[in-house]
């Protein structure tokens, strides 16, 4: 994605320079383009008078930051203490195995993402994960290779926003 610095600036005006606005105006590019590209960082920089490698640091200490595109279908693995007592792990290897990736990575495709996230209050259905944000549990191992299998063949279609599973 090639980016106008002026579309940037624009969107991050109303941050000022000096005011510890920089964490503000991450989120509200990330909040526009779903993820904050690093074809930014020389106009976000410029806008905070700092160094690119100023701008980048924090973008990447924080992880709720993303700077390539959300994947399509986002899934969120508990890693609360009640999905953990009640076999989350066993679930994770499963998810690693059938989509190809580890936890924190995307598809090759881009299509399916594999994030940590915390159950925020859904323990009920442990031990659980999050699929574009919606709760999905409680799961059996073999629910979640089945899921799994699905999410991979299938993609997004019908399966809500992209919206990611962390959040």
Known sequence: MTLEAAEVEQ??????PNDGDLLGAL??????YGYIPVDAVPAIARRFRTTPARVYG???????FRTTPPPEVAIGWCSGPACRL?????????LEAVLGIKLGEDTPDGKIGLREAQCDGSCVAAPLLYVNGKVRGPLTVSDVIRLARELKRDGATGRGSRKKAES
């Open 86 to 94: 009640k076999g989350s792990a066993n679930m994770l290897a499963a």
């Open 58 to 64: 924090m973008i990447s200490f924080y992880v709720e």
């Open 27 to 32: 989120h509200k590019l990330q909040e526009h």
């Open 11 to 16: 969107l991050i005006s109303e941050f000022k």
